[in-house]
């Protein structure tokens, strides 16, 4: 999940969050605990619940029915901030987040994209 618009709220580990991402990798868990901590936040990080799956159909020979076991679900985690007031988009876009070099955050630095914010580069003088 990238940027969102909306406000979104849950209770992680029984804290009321404010969600920043749901279905992160853990690198992608490392990354926004560390830009966010960095940002003086509080970070709560849960496991997503497994994805929801539809039953598959009983075959009609039972001598031929064979056991399928489903692949296990990949490990994913939500991510939230503790302060309700803080969006992404608006902390990105607004510029109120820095990572740890001192430059504000960019959309793309936020995507992983790039590894480091260009923030004095103006897409409008970007070749």
Not at 39 to 42: E, M, P, V
Not at 46 to 52: L, T, Y
Not at 104 to 108: A, H, I, L, S
């Given at each position: 999940m990238s940027l969102n618009a909306n406000y979104l709220f849950e209770e992680l580990?029984?804290?009321k969050c404010s969600i920043i991402e749901k279905n992160c990798s853990p690198e992608r868990v490392e990354f926004l605990k560390k830009l966010l901590q960095f940002?003086?936040?509080?970070v709560v990080v849960?496991?997503?619940?497994?994805?929801?799956t539809a039953a598959?159909?009983?075959a009609a020979d039972?001598?031929?029915?064979?056991?399928?076991?489903a692949p296990p679900a990949p490990t994913t985690f939500t991510v939230g901030v503790?302060?309700?007031?803080f969006n992404p988009v608006n902390g990105v876009y607004n510029r109120q987040l820095k990572n740890e070099a001192g430059k504000?955050?960019?959309?793309?630095y936020w995507n992983q994209i790039d590894t480091?914010?260009?923030?004095?580069v103006w897409y409008w003088k970007q070749k």
């Open positions: 580990g029984e804290i940002n003086g936040l509080t849960v496991n997503s619940p497994p994805p929801k598959k159909p009983v039972a001598a031929e029915v064979l056991v399928e076991t503790t302060d309700l007031t504000f955050v960019t959309p793309r480091e914010s260009q923030d004095e």
